[in-house]
């Protein structure tokens, strides 16, 4: 597939094989095949013998997957010191609507709280605080919550 020149993490389980693929505009897609039961390739619930493009929306700090029977689990890095699809964008003056801009204002002013927090308890604090604001559904927020808990018990 001409789409997979540049694959980031490959992840094969017993029915199903994904692909996380860069593209050159640095976006991030995931492509399966096998067998597409329970949820195993979403968008293809008969599953395919080929590499597809599965409909999910895939995070650009996207680094490594891995799936289960029901979920398909992204795993991603927030590295500080990466320049992100958002500030090149900003910086390239390429246009975007009104609410593509604010959100990133919104996530730029996020992380410069948090690169301005001294301790990790106050790190913790201030992430608590944005996860509050974020528009997640309940359990999101408790999940995300509990996980900060955890993290702040351990250090």
């Not at 493009?53 to 398909?72: A, F, G, I």
């Not at 604090?125 to 995300?144: N, R, S, W, Y």
Request: aromatic share 8%; net charge positive; charged share 20%.
């Amino acid at each position: 597939v001409a789409q997979m020149a540049c694959p980031v993490h490959i992840w094969c389980g017993l029915h199903h094989t994904l692909v996380l693929i860069q593209g050159r505009d640095m976006r991030k897609e995931i492509f399966g095949c096998g067998c597409g039961a329970g949820g195993r390739l979403p968008g293809w619930p008969k599953g395919s013998p080929t590499f597809v493009k599965l409909h999910v929306k895939v995070p650009l700090c996207t680094r490594s997957m891995c799936s289960t029977r029901e979920c398909l689990y992204m795993v991603c890095g927030y590295d500080t010191e990466e320049v992100t699809l958002y500030q090149q964008e900003e910086q390239a003056g390429t246009p975007g609507t009104k609410l593509e801009k604010e959100t990133g204002t919104t996530y730029r002013n996020y992380m410069n709280q948090l690169l301005n927090c001294s301790s990790r308890q106050e790190h913790v604090a201030k992430t608590k605080e944005i996860v509050a604001q974020m528009p997640l559904q309940g359990h999101q927020k408790d999940f995300l919550w509990e996980a900060l808990n955890v993290i702040l018990r351990a250090s």
